[in-house]
């Protein structure tokens, strides 16, 4: 039998070749199917899981309702390039920051005023030179008593006179036997003398003198030319403002002894300065007694 020729039942190819055809025809179908199909799913996968394209070609974020990836700037309708909008894509930094918010400046602190100084005051003792230069020591005030009588008082022209003679128990009389000497070169109503050993005393028990300083605030130093003779003299110190008071003593049985008490005090304007000396006892029944020369301020 010719192997061109075969038989065959019902319709189809009736030769090898033929079939062989027809199975390469049916394979060639079968392969254009499964491409088809293959395409169709691959397809409807990318519709499934890709969004929708902006048909500006910029992506249009994510869409409403799905939660937002990290890094994604939220509340935008779409990224953009961040040189045009503004906004920083991960990673990258913005071109301008949101300024920060407005800091209200730091009230002002004022400090409160400082508390006046307390009021302070101290005495001391010293020698008294053998010239005693008023001008130059006096430079607020001076006082100098007894120059040619009892009452006569000497003060600084042109001075602040501060040094007040608030007067004392008992009489008053003049001397002139003092042993340190006492100049100036500005005074009122004798404006210059170039050496006295004039003064004033007074005799017995609780006499003396009395003088005060108006306070200012400021720091103030007090020079007290004072003596005795034959007696015990008391110095007392206050400010008339209250506080302790500050007292000396000085005392010689046998003849005279002069001192310089210096002393320094600070009080507020209005106050003063309060200083009395006094004979608290004497060894002469006839007039033992403290004397006066000078005061000073500075």
């Known amino acids: 039998m010719d192997d061109q020729e075969t038989w065959r ?3 189809g190819p009736t030769t090898r070749s033929a079939q062989r055809r027809e199975a390469r025809r049916r394979q060639r179908r079968r392969w254009a199917i499964g491409a088809v199909a293959a395409l169709a799913c691959l397809a409807v996968l990318v519709t ?16 409403a309702g799905t939660p937002t990836p990290a890094g994604y700037p939220t509340g935008v309708a779409g990224l953009g390039d961040p040189a045009e909008t503004g906004i920083a894509a991960p990673g990258l930094q913005p071109r301008e920051r949101t300024p920060s918010p407005t800091v209200p400046p730091s009230p002002t602190v004022v400090p409160a005023a400082s508390s006046p100084a307390a009021p302070t005051v101290s005495v001391s003792r010293t020698e008294v030179p053998a010239e005693v230069d008023l001008t130059g020591l006096g430079t607020r005030d001076w006082v100098h008593w007894g120059l040619n009588r009892p009452e006569t008082l000497v003060r600084r022209s042109g001075g602040t006179g501060e040094i007040r003679d608030e007067g004392g128990r008992g009489a008053r009389d003049r001397y002139d036997t003092n042993p340190e000497l006492f100049g100036w070169r500005d005074g009122t109503p004798v404006p210059a003398v170039g050496a006295t050993g004039t003064g004033v005393f007074v005799c017995g028990v609780g006499n003396g003198f009395a003088l005060s300083v108006p306070a200012s605030g400021e720091p103030r130093t007090v020079h007290l030319f004072a003596g005795i003779w034959m007696a015990r003299g008391r110095l007392d110190v206050r400010l008339s403002t209250g506080g302790p008071t500050r007292t000396l003593r000085l005392e010689d049985p046998h003849t005279t002894h002069t001192t310089q008490f210096v002393i320094r005090f600070r009080a507020p304007q209005g106050a003063k300065l309060l200083i009395r000396w006094t004979v608290e006892g004497t060894f002469n029944s006839s007039c033992g007694n403290v004397n006066l020369q000078a005061a000073a301020v500075r």
């Open 48 to 63: 499934y899981l890709g969004p929708a394209a902006d048909p500006t070609g910029q992506d249009a974020g994510p869409a």
């Open 9 to 11: 039942i019902g319709p």
